[in-house]
């Protein structure tokens, strides 16, 4: 489904990902945590050609770059393949939740606009905004804005979703409706490569956690084997650290 060969990303002097390998099964639930800076929205970025890599050889589906000399048909062709969901939102301010939704529908896979509304509507009411059609993003909770991402980024239908910290930017009363849609999304078999610090989350929704630091891929495995029982003493350091931090909340 998704699969990564030696991908190397630098920005300047300072070398971001260091032959970095992965492999995603179709329906499979990724969780990608660790420190801040260690390399995971870059990552995610560069699956989707946000950020270029110098290095390396990305494939989705039938789509393969071979990022040392990738054209612009075979960045097309790799971006046709999934969607993203932000941290701030990227809405566009001046339409509303329908619109934001239908927009994708309407420019980039050319449907009719009756199509793309009806398509819309159901994918807000699917995320429980059957309400908020008309409404424009200043008048949503951040909550709300980011489910209005979600419902976008299954518009168009991708062989992969990809959420950079889709909770990030939320007030904690607004983080759980968000969770609760990406929830049900990962019971629907969609494949999801998810950037989080919601380690909760992460152990009860993927089925494979990914632990990162300074640019390369410390361990990896099921849930259990990562949050209960890790081999590495860095993801070990890592986790307790984070425990330490919610019990003292």
Known sequence: MIAVQQLEKSFGKQHILRGINLNVQKGDVVAIIGPSGSGKTTLLRCLNYLERPEAGLITIGDAAVNCAKASKR???N?????AMVFQQYNLFR?????????ECLVVVKKLPKAEARERSVALLERVGLGDKLDAYPSRLSGGQQQRVGIAR????NPEAILFDEPTSALDPELVGEVLAVIRQIAQEGITMVIVTHELAFAQEVANHVIFMEDGQIVEEGSP??????????????FLNRFRQVEYSI
């Open 224 to 237: 259990q084997e990562l949050f209960v029982s890790p081999r590495e003493e860095r993801t070990k350091q």
């Open 94 to 102: 001046h339409k509303t939740a329908l619109e934001n939704v239908m």
């Open 74 to 76: 075979d960045i097309h």
């Open 78 to 82: 790799l971006r046709q393949r999934t």
């Open 153 to 156: 980024a299954l518009a168009i």
